[in-house]
């Protein structure tokens, strides 16, 4: 680590944290993330030897702890509290972005991993029936891993990139885009199935339901701000 010539704490903050990855880490980790799997799942952009390097700045950094699962091979991260402390300021700069910086979010920076990821931890599960529901994506501009399945079983929802063999209640066809517009609060869900931007075939309860259990961002009430006003 280069030395600013700073005495700003400021300065020496963001030489700590140094790089979008370790912001994206720690926002995992507020979203309950723990294990390597599980970021690796959240950021499948993020190779391993990245992944790695960046856990272990962090742990010398004191913002997580490695633990050895009692019994088993496994281990996980935890945040400490000055790891902690960080979660106001991923909060206000998550806003802070989408005020100011979202007109500068283009296709290149819409993964349809980590998305997907997003889309499915967010999904409304308490507005969906009792007992089991199987909803099934494609995603229309997408090349690989373009086809995705999301399970929901009591609280839990398993997001799979293979047919689990399951009998599907809800088909989804959208481009990524159009479903990124959903998620974001762009569009309305209703809007994007009436002119075709987003085709829904399945159950009718499912569908007349949707608005109440489609997933969408703990961010969507924040809109993007002019620059100048």
Avoid at 50 to 55: A, D, F, G, K, T
Avoid at 118 to 142: M, Q
Wanted: aromatic share 8%.
């Amino acid at each position: 680590m280069s030395n600013s010539g700073s005495l700003c704490p400021a300065v020496k903050a963001a030489d700590m944290i140094g790089d979008r990855w370790v912001l994206l880490l720690i926002r995992e980790f507020f979203m309950g993330a723990s294990r390597y799997k599980d970021f690796q799942n959240a950021l499948p952009r993020i190779s391993p030897t990245v992944l790695s390097n960046r856990l272990k700045q962090m742990e010398m950094n004191g913002f997580i702890i490695k633990k050895s699962t009692a019994g088993q091979k496994s281990t996980e991260y935890h945040l400490t509290r000055c790891g902690r402390e960080l979660g106001p300021m991923i909060d206000q700069m998550t806003k802070w972005g989408l005020h100011w910086a979202r007109r500068r979010i283009c296709d290149e920076d819409l993964d349809a991993g980590t998305f997907m990821w997003d889309f499915h931890r967010s999904l409304k599960i308490d507005e969906l029936p009792d007992g089991e529901t199987v909803i099934s994506i494609k995603l229309s501009d997408v090349e690989t891993h373009n086809k995705w399945w999301l399970i929901v079983e009591a609280d839990t929802v398993d997001l799979c990139t293979e047919d689990p063999g399951k009998d599907v209640d809800l088909y989804m066809y959208s481009s990524l885009d159009n479903l990124a517009q959903v998620w974001m609060g762009d569009v309305g869900i209703r809007d994007a199935m009436n002119d075709d931007s987003i085709m829904i075939t399945g159950s009718s309860h499912l569908m007349r339901t949707i608005s109440s259990w489609i997933p969408q961002s703990n961010y969507v009430h924040i809109r993007p701000k002019r620059l100048i006003e």
